[in-house]
Structures are given as C-alpha cells and as structure tokens.
C-alpha cells in the first residue's frame, strides 16, 4: 500500500533566498505600495479630524453672536423713551463692518420686544468689500414671523450721484432715488405703478424720503415702507415689509417702525 508524506506548509510557501531578483523587487514595491497606501490612509484621517477641528474652534468662538440674534430683542435692548412698548436699537461699531468702517454713521430705531435679528450672509453684508463697496449692501435685519421684518441696506453714493456728501435733496426728486433703490426694497425688481405715496421729513439738519409702496410681486412681502437719507459718502435705505395677512394685523406697529428710524 502507498503511504502519503505530510510535507510542512512553511516549506511550500517559503520564498526561496534563490528567487530571481525580478520576484525580490516585484514583492519589494507590493510591500511599499501596501505602506504607502497606510501612509495616506492616516494622513486622510488627520486631515479629516482637522476639518471637523477647526469649524467647531470657529463655532466656539461666535457662539455668542448667534445666541444673541436667536433670543427676542426685548432681553438685551432697552425700552425706547418714547414709547417702552418698543425697545430701542442703537446701532453701534461692532454690529457691522460699515460701522467700523466708518462708511455708515450710526442709526436708530424702535422695535416690538418680540422681535429677533437675523443673521446676514458674509457676501450681502459688505465685510468684503468695506471701505470702499461699489454694490449696495445689508446692515442689520430684524423680523417676527407673525408682523414682518425690517432691514437696514446701504448704498455707496456714487452710486446714485458724481457728488461728493450729496445730500438726499441733492440726489433728485423722491420718485428718482426709489427708481434707483426699488429693487432693494423689493428684492427683485421695482415697478413705477408699485408707488403709492411719497413724502418728505426734516429732522434737524437730516431730510429722509418716505414711501408707501404696494408690491404684489415683491420678495420681501407684497406691502413694503421704506425711508431713504444720505449721509457721508452713503445713502442709506430702511425698509418694512409685510405679508398681506402681517399687514392686517400689524399695520400700525410697521408704521411706528418706519417712522422712528434716524440717521
């Protein structure tokens, strides 16, 4: 009978010392390919903790910002004067990169208390561009979803006139700076036939354009205020906007917000 020899496994997958060198060099780079690929694989790795590293550290830091615009504003501003059912907002330096620019000078107006900010896009709010934005740009806004929202936009005065610290009289008539400016109020386009009222308010030495405008195509809401002034090398537009049904129920408190903004 034919007996079997068991021959050791380590035997037949040794590689012999006397393997022609084209095998060596062949397993030799299969091996440093292989720890490459680890190489890159934990260089990935960190790079991806980095990535995720370095937003939270960001994150960290503007906490605070954000927290602020998600609160009411009737927890960190004070009552207006006139009338403490409004709190009253101030805008100061460190709020946008137009006031520490220096661009735009510092404005005011009242809001009800329930009222919270919102956060502005890097490219609309001009921190790109300051000092010297060829294009208009967003401020502050504010809005509650049950009455409307308000904003601030300021535009680079040669924009709409060649004259240095023009006046709003100096721009023209009300009806030619809200042709310049429509848009903006309504966030798309700007018809004439939009236009329902216009008037004019002196305060001190400061003159404001008002307007009334119906706008069923608009954006920012089908009724929009808005009051237009010039100061320094800016002219600067407030806006209030409203839903029809904002509008019904909240009319009155959208006119005093219009009304109390001061340049």
Avoid at 101 to 119: C, E, H, I
Wanted: aromatic fraction near 8%; proline fraction near 8%; hydrophobic fraction near 35%.
């Amino acid at each position: 009978m034919a007996t079997a020899s068991l021959v050791p496994t380590s035997k037949i997958f040794t590689v012999s010392s006397k393997c022609p060198a084209s095998v060596r060099t062949r397993t030799n780079l299969i091996v440093a390919s292989s720890q490459q690929q680890q190489q890159q694989s934990r260089r990935r790795e960190l790079l991806l903790k980095s990535a995720v590293a370095i937003p939270a550290i960001l994150n960290i830091k503007e906490a605070p910002i954000s927290e602020a615009r998600e609160v009411e504003v009737g927890s960190y501003l004070p009552p207006s004067p006139s009338d403490p059912s409004f709190v009253l907002f101030k805008a100061k330096p460190s709020d946008t990169p137009a006031l520490r620019a220096g661009n735009v000078q510092p404005y005011q107006f009242v809001l009800p208390p329930n009222w919270k900010q919102l956060r502005i896009a890097n490219i609309l709010s001009g921190n790109y561009c300051q000092p010297k934005c060829a294009e208009p740009w967003i401020e502050v806004k504010f809005e509650n979803e049950k009455q409307g929202k308000v904003q601030v936009v300021a535009s680079p005065l040669i924009r709409l006139t060649n004259k240095p610290n023009a006046t709003i009289e100096d721009i023209g008539e009300p009806e030619k700076v809200i042709a310049s400016l429509g848009p903006f109020v309504t966030g798309n386009s700007y018809d004439s036939d939009e236009l329902l009222k216009t008037s004019v308010e002196k305060i001190g030495d400061q003159t404001y354009y008002k307007y009334v405008l119906e706008t069923p195509f608009a954006l920012t809401g089908s009724h929009n205020l808005a009051k237009a002034t010039a100061k320094g090398n800016t002219v600067v537009l407030f806006v209030v906007s409203a839903t029809e049904k904002q509008w019904q129920s909240s009319q009155k408190t959208l006119e005093a917000i219009l009304d109390s903004f001061r340049l």
